[in-house]
């Protein structure tokens, strides 16, 4: 079985896909950190999710329809 890759979580309260400019500087954001921190796993998370248990091995990118730009 190949490895898997990093769970990525987008959301709305209403279960739509969100695609702005936002997910995509978040997604960026995601790519890099693991281009340079390999064993990281990074996800990208709706704002209604932070706070959650999540594994140490593991960085968010938690992104708020309030704030102009994502969060690290």
Request: aromatic share 4%; proline share 7%.
């Amino acid at each position: 079985v190949e490895d898997e890759s990093p769970l990525i979580v987008i959301g709305h309260p209403d279960g739509d896909v969100l695609l702005t400019e936002k997910f995509l500087i978040a997604y960026r954001l995601k790519e890099a950190l693991e281009a340079r921190q390999p064993d990281r796993r990074v996800r990208i998370v709706p704002i209604q999710s932070f706070g959650q248990q999540r594994a140490t091995d593991e960085a968010l990118i938690v992104i708020s329809p309030h704030s102009q730009s994502a969060l690290a």
